[in-house]
């Protein structure tokens, strides 16, 4: 199997190749609720432009 750092996705997010699993993050913080409220503010007040668009 060739091992390649590049994943291709098509526009509903799946792989053409089957993925693997090579590890799980565990020294995650979840944001607290201020903060993700914040986060969220700064996302909606991104211009229409600058936001992306997520394809589902």
Known sequence: MSRSSAVVLTAAGR???????????TDWTRLTPEALRRWRERLVALPPEERGEIVN
């Open 15 to 25: 792989s053409a190749l089957p993925l693997r699993v090579v590890g799980e993050e």
